[in-house]
């Protein structure tokens, strides 16, 4: 087929942009923030993951398209989209999400703070107790941590890091007949250096008041440049091409190149120019001439930028203003057991994270690495905990004499130096460590221990769709499974078989693995169903991921629903697939749930005639998972596990709280039951755990 052929068959089915859909995701955050039934501070931190997520995509996805539209002509036209035209349309989304979020902040967030006595003060609100304290912790804190660079004639080329908050400052003196002329400079704002990007005054009685660095400096500017008395003082901030350009040779240090790229991240040329569209045109000039920042990169903001740092915001020990705490919950049976290799001998078990603890892992590994009779310890690494247990863990079994082989994912994107760290630890301490494998990212989430017992060497594993990282698996919702059954661990030695020997003749009888036999796998289930609905059996697909963006896996949803399938869809972020078109994809219906907890989960159901088929994963259904990453669905075997998935699923389809449609509207189902997906898990996993004297009087006090 030509490529003129392959575009036209690509536009008889109908796909939502990747980009336009992110955006759409980014949108559900922004609507917490908006929501006055979620807690006041809590809204606060929306704000913040929603400048997050936006510094990231100007990062990576927009530096990425900047970079198509520098191709050549002839180059551009064989691009299945048009990079400019797709550009056009993500600045219009995003000017209008940023104009909604100064509302959601100046008319909503600022309001409600104030109606429980805290107030974020401009430097136009202080009163004279407040300036003169204003002043002295100018003088004494920050003073000494400014560097201000004149911005003369000479344009001279002046670096502005990566996510970090310039003022730009126009001054003069306008009284004086013998006045200096007008001046120029730029300061950096020292959030890191300070700590935080908010300066917390006295608490006057009950009255809670703090500041922006930002205006600290801007009313303390005559106190920094006393050969002025005027001043107008705007901030800028730049976001720089993140996307790292490796060529992962067989030889070569790969560990190398990643620092080099790393180091590259910090001079990549600027993706976004936020300004606050206040700026006199002069001082943008002149701001612009000393960076090389052309007009191209410009993008209008507000007054203040990089909101991602309201993740500092002072909580001001106001516990009414945040979640209710959900206490981590044990795990009914291995919170009894001694030994986590002894019980996993017996059976299976899986625990559902953030609701359960993590500590669980971390004691897996950890007897592993003490164990006498444990022989190896395998796992793979991509995103860890800046002070990572597991890590320190498998160090310590290296240490101990174990065979340790560790996978660690230097492209895991803003986490490459910490992998890089780790990386250099684990071999320092003995073990084998892999740089993934050429033109694959290693995505998958596995561990093996292998025990001498009695003589015969036994597999342990422990398969999941989180990562190893103690600290994001406390907000992080997500599934693993411990295991000893003997057809998951024959399958996931081959996985780290393949990390070594990188051959790809692999078989696996019971896991899909890609890029191998993943696509292949979840096509072939699916086509199952399609055959059941024509038999006129029950047919039925329910899939819960981030994302949802492959074509060839979209179309083979589309081909199901016509054929009769019923295809429910939780996806929490990307969605290309356009549910409810006549003839098409009218058996579709897609939820998307963004809530206090990050869904990460990936379920994929197949009812298969009643003999359902229910496996759970690190993959998305994205090209890049299917095709470019090593990543790992594994089945349940067993039933009480897979009930407990099944009662999951189950509850995050009934949410009509907190669930939205792909368009962002809200889910309103005829007979309301006001489910709450992640509450209701919760007391679910609950219910599960034996109560203790305490905890049933709290389960009572809550009921009452």
Not at 9 to 17: D, E, G, M, S
Not at 20 to 36: M, P, T
Not at 366 to 381: C, F, G, H, R, Y
Request: net charge neutral.
């Amino acid at each position: 087929m030509d490529k003129e052929k392959e575009k036209e068959a690509k536009t008889a089915y109908p796909f939502i942009n990747r980009e336009l859909s992110w955006l759409a995701f980014n949108y559900r955050v922004l609507q917490e923030a908006k929501d006055k039934s979620v807690p006041l501070l809590e809204r606060v931190k929306f704000m913040a993951i929603f400048s997050s997520n936006l510094d990231e995509y100007f990062k990576v996805r927009v530096a990425t398209l900047k970079r198509l539209i520098k191709l050549k002509k002839k180059t551009r036209k064989k691009l299945e989209e048009d990079p400019t035209e797709t550009l056009d349309q993500i600045m219009a989304e995003v000017h209008r999400q940023q104009q909604e979020l100064g509302e959601v902040f100046r008319d909503g967030i600022l309001a409600d703070l104030r109606e429980h006595d805290i107030h974020l003060l401009t430097e136009h609100d202080l009163n004279p107790g407040q300036e003169a304290w204003v002043q002295e912790y100018f003088d004494k804190t920050l003073e000494p941590l400014l560097l201000p660079i004149i911005l003369d004639e000479t344009e001279t080329h002046l670096f502005l890091k990566d996510q970090t908050v310039y003022l730009g400052v126009k001054m003069w003196e306008p009284t004086a007949a013998d006045c200096m002329p007008e001046r120029f400079a730029m300061l950096e704002i020292p959030t890191k250096k300070h700590g935080t990007r908010f300066v917390k005054l006295p608490t006057v009685g009950d009255q809670r008041y703090v500041m922006f660095m930002d205006d600290v400096i801007r009313f303390c500017l005559p106190r920094l440049f006393p050969n002025y008395s005027t001043f107008d003082a705007h901030a800028v901030k730049v976001s720089r091409d993140a996307e790292l350009d490796i060529e992962e040779e067989v030889s070569g240090n790969l560990m190398a190149k990643i620092r080099n790229s790393l180091k590259k991240r910090e001079t990549g040329y600027p993706a976004r120019l936020l300004y606050d569209p206040e700026t006199p045109q002069d001082l943008l000039d002149r701001m612009m001439a000393h960076t090389g920042i052309t007009e191209e990169a410009l993008v209008e903001g507000s007054k203040y930028h990089n909101f991602r740092d309201f993740f500092q915001f002072p909580d001001f020990n106001l516990p009414d203003l945040k979640y209710k705490p959900q206490p981590t919950l044990v795990h009914p049976q291995l919170e009894q057991e001694p030994k986590m290799l002894a019980a996993m001998k017996e059976r299976d078990y899986m625990v559902h994270y953030p609701y359960q603890s993590f500590d669980y892992v971390l004691r897996l590994f950890e007897e592993a690495a003490v164990d006498p009779k444990v022989t190896a310890v395998s796992a793979t690494l991509y995103r860890v905990a800046n002070k990572s247990k597991v890590a320190k863990a498998l160090a310590k079994a290296a240490k101990n004499g174990k065979l340790v082989t560790v996978v660690v994912e230097l492209k895991a994107r803003f986490d490459e130096e910490s992998n890089i760290y780790w990386a250099g630890k684990l071999q320092k301490a003995g073990a084998n460590v892999i740089f993934g494998i050429q033109d694959l990212k290693v995505h998958s989430k596995l561990g093996l221990i292998t025990r001498n017992e009695r003589g015969k060497l036994v597999n342990y594993a422990y398969l999941s769709t989180g990562n190893y990282n103690e600290e994001t698996s406390k907000v992080y919702a997500d599934h693993a499974l411990f295991t000893s059954d003997k057809r998951l661990t024959k399958d996931v030695e081959q996985v780290f078989n393949f990390f070594i020997d990188k051959q790809t003749d692999k078989e696996f009888e019971h896991l899909l693995m890609a890029p191998l036999n993943m696509r292949q796998g979840f096509a072939k289930l699916v086509d199952q169903e399609i055959k059941n609905a024509k038999k006129g059996l029950p047919a039925r697909v329910t899939l819960k991921m981030n994302a949802l963006q492959d074509e060839r896996m979209i179309k083979k949803l589309y081909a199901a629903s016509q054929a009769g399938v019923k295809v429910q869809l939780l996806v929490r972020g990307i969605c290309c697939l356009v549910p409810g078109v006549e003839g098409l994809s009218e058996n579709i219906q897609v939820r998307s749930i963004v809530d206090r907890y990050l869904e990460h989960a990936r379920v994929y159901i197949f009812h298969n005639n009643g003999e359902e088929k229910l496996y759970i994963a690190s993959a998305d259904w994205m090209t890049r998972n299917l095709n470019r990453r090593v990543e790992v669905a594994f089945p349940i075997y067993q039933e009480d596990l897979a009930q407990q998935i099944r009662t999951i699923i189950d509850l995050q389809l009934a949410d009509d709280t907190k669930t939205r449609s792909v368009d962002n509207s809200y889910i309103k189902p005829h007979a309301p039951t006001h489910v709450r997906a992640q509450y209701a898990i919760y007391n679910y996993l609950r219910e599960l755990v034996p109560p203790t004297p305490e905890t049933a009087c709290e389960r009572s006090e809550e009921e009452q």
